[in-house]
């Protein structure tokens, strides 16, 4: 089974290693769509691979270092592309969620990364 928790946050970023014409090499801002998978059986008794309302509770500390936030100043996200970003993520939630198999994150309505690790 499958299971998933989107939840959102806004940031700015820059990408210091790009031409230095190019528009995103500017500070810039963006409202981020982050989906997080957990794989795992339905507990017998409960009927839930897990509490949506815990697996919130244990994302938002993360979420919280990054939502109104210059990216470039949170250690480990000094290139803050969305690819980073979805590893930097990844690499936070996973010693806290050992179900999780994959993160999507949208950083336009068109445009995102999705990572299910190494």
Not at 47 to 72: C, E, S, T, Y
Not at 95 to 118: D, F, M, N, Q
Request: with cysteine.
């Amino acid at each position: 089974m499958l299971i998933f928790k989107e939840l959102s946050f806004d940031s700015a970023h820059f990408l210091p290693n790009v031409a230095k014409d190019h528009k995103c090499r500017n500070m810039h801002g963006h409202t981020y769509r982050l989906k997080i998978f957990l794989e795992g059986d339905p507990d017998q008794h409960l009927g839930w691979v897990m509490d949506f309302a815990v697996l919130k509770k244990i994302m938002q500390p993360v979420l919280d270092r990054l939502d109104h936030q210059v990216m470039n100043e949170v250690p480990g996200l000094e290139n803050p592309t969305c690819e980073h970003i979805t590893i930097w993520l990844w690499n936070q939630l996973k010693p806290l969620l050992p179900k999780l198999s994959r993160i999507e994150l949208h950083e336009t309505a068109s445009s995102g990364a999705v990572y299910e690790g190494k």
